[in-house]
Protein backbone atom coordinates (compact mmCIF):
# COMPACT_ATOMS: atom_id res chain seq x y z
CA UNK A 1 0.00 0.00 0.00
CA UNK A 2 1.18 3.16 -1.04
CA UNK A 3 2.22 5.66 2.14
CA UNK A 4 2.61 9.77 2.38
CA UNK A 5 4.03 10.41 5.88
CA UNK A 6 2.87 6.83 7.00
CA UNK A 7 -1.02 7.14 6.04
CA UNK A 8 -2.29 5.26 3.47
CA UNK A 9 -3.11 7.52 0.40
CA UNK A 10 -6.53 6.04 -0.25
CA UNK A 11 -7.48 7.52 3.04
CA UNK A 12 -7.39 10.99 1.41
CA UNK A 13 -9.55 9.71 -1.13
CA UNK A 14 -12.64 8.12 0.55
CA UNK A 15 -14.44 11.12 0.83
CA UNK A 16 -14.83 11.14 -2.78
CA UNK A 17 -15.12 8.18 -2.97
CA UNK A 18 -17.86 7.62 -0.76
CA UNK A 19 -19.60 10.62 -2.17
CA UNK A 20 -20.02 9.21 -5.53
CA UNK A 21 -21.05 5.83 -4.27
CA UNK A 22 -23.97 8.16 -2.51
CA UNK A 23 -24.62 10.02 -5.81
CA UNK A 24 -25.15 6.63 -7.63
CA UNK A 25 -27.53 5.25 -4.86
CA UNK A 26 -25.15 1.76 -4.92
CA UNK A 27 -26.35 -0.93 -3.68
CA UNK A 28 -23.59 -3.86 -4.31
CA UNK A 29 -20.32 -2.35 -3.80
CA UNK A 30 -17.03 -5.06 -4.69
CA UNK A 31 -13.81 -4.19 -2.60
CA UNK A 32 -10.77 -6.20 -3.91
CA UNK A 33 -7.78 -5.86 -1.55
CA UNK A 34 -8.69 -4.99 2.12
CA UNK A 35 -5.54 -4.71 3.80
CA UNK A 36 -5.83 -2.49 6.66
CA UNK A 37 -9.21 -1.70 6.06
CA UNK A 38 -9.33 1.64 5.47
CA UNK A 39 -11.80 1.76 2.59
CA UNK A 40 -13.55 -0.92 3.96
CA UNK A 41 -14.93 0.55 6.59
CA UNK A 42 -15.47 3.66 4.56
CA UNK A 43 -17.86 1.07 1.91
CA UNK A 44 -19.63 -0.31 5.18
CA UNK A 45 -20.51 3.19 6.28
CA UNK A 46 -21.74 3.98 2.77
CA UNK A 47 -23.71 0.95 2.55
CA UNK A 48 -25.50 1.01 5.73
CA UNK A 49 -26.64 4.27 4.66
CA UNK A 50 -28.23 3.28 1.31
CA UNK A 51 -29.05 0.11 2.33
CA UNK A 52 -26.50 -1.98 0.32
CA UNK A 53 -24.01 -4.51 0.56
CA UNK A 54 -20.30 -4.81 0.87
CA UNK A 55 -18.61 -7.68 -0.86
CA UNK A 56 -14.68 -7.33 0.25
CA UNK A 57 -12.17 -10.32 -1.75
CA UNK A 58 -8.36 -10.19 -0.54
CA UNK A 59 -5.65 -13.09 -0.56
CA UNK A 60 -5.13 -12.62 3.24
CA UNK A 61 -7.60 -12.84 6.03
CA UNK A 62 -9.03 -9.98 6.29
CA UNK A 63 -12.39 -11.03 8.23
CA UNK A 64 -12.12 -8.99 11.58
CA UNK A 65 -11.94 -5.66 9.64
CA UNK A 66 -15.77 -4.77 10.29
CA UNK A 67 -18.41 -7.04 12.13
CA UNK A 68 -20.90 -6.06 9.84
CA UNK A 69 -24.00 -8.50 9.16
CA UNK A 70 -24.08 -7.54 5.40
CA UNK A 71 -20.49 -7.53 4.54
CA UNK A 72 -19.12 -10.86 2.81
CA UNK A 73 -15.25 -11.41 2.95
CA UNK A 74 -14.21 -13.73 0.47
CA UNK A 75 -10.67 -14.88 1.38
CA UNK A 76 -9.21 -15.88 -1.86
CA UNK A 77 -6.87 -15.51 -5.11
CA UNK A 78 -9.25 -11.90 -6.34
CA UNK A 79 -7.90 -13.49 -10.08
CA UNK A 80 -10.00 -16.45 -9.72
CA UNK A 81 -13.63 -15.20 -8.04
CA UNK A 82 -16.33 -14.64 -10.14
CA UNK A 83 -19.60 -12.77 -9.05
CA UNK A 84 -22.96 -13.79 -10.77
CA UNK A 85 -24.36 -10.42 -10.14
CA UNK A 86 -25.21 -7.11 -10.76
CA UNK A 87 -22.02 -4.70 -8.99
CA UNK A 88 -22.80 -0.70 -9.03
CA UNK A 89 -19.55 -0.29 -7.67
CA UNK A 90 -15.87 -1.90 -8.48
CA UNK A 91 -12.88 -0.82 -5.90
CA UNK A 92 -9.59 -2.39 -7.16
CA UNK A 93 -7.16 -1.84 -5.10
CA UNK A 94 -5.09 -5.22 -5.06
CA UNK A 95 -1.61 -6.05 -6.66
CA UNK A 96 -1.87 -3.06 -8.81
CA UNK A 97 0.15 -5.36 -11.27
CA UNK A 98 -1.42 -4.73 -15.03
CA UNK A 99 -1.88 -8.27 -16.18
CA UNK A 100 -3.40 -8.74 -12.30
CA UNK A 101 -6.02 -6.01 -12.51
CA UNK A 102 -6.96 -7.13 -16.56
CA UNK A 103 -7.70 -10.30 -14.86
CA UNK A 104 -9.52 -9.14 -12.15
CA UNK A 105 -11.88 -6.19 -14.69
CA UNK A 106 -12.41 -9.17 -16.84
CA UNK A 107 -13.63 -11.50 -14.23
CA UNK A 108 -16.24 -8.74 -12.68
CA UNK A 109 -17.46 -7.48 -15.87
CA UNK A 110 -20.10 -6.40 -17.13
CA UNK A 111 -20.31 -4.30 -14.55
Not at 47 to 53: H, M, P, V
Request: negative net charge; glycine residues 4%; contains cysteine.
Amino acid sequence: MSKLLGIPVIVELLPLIRELCEQINAKTIVEIGVCDGFSTRNFVEVCKKLNGELISIDIENCSRVTDWDKWLFIQADSTRVQLFKTIDVLFIDSSHEYKETVTELRNFAPL
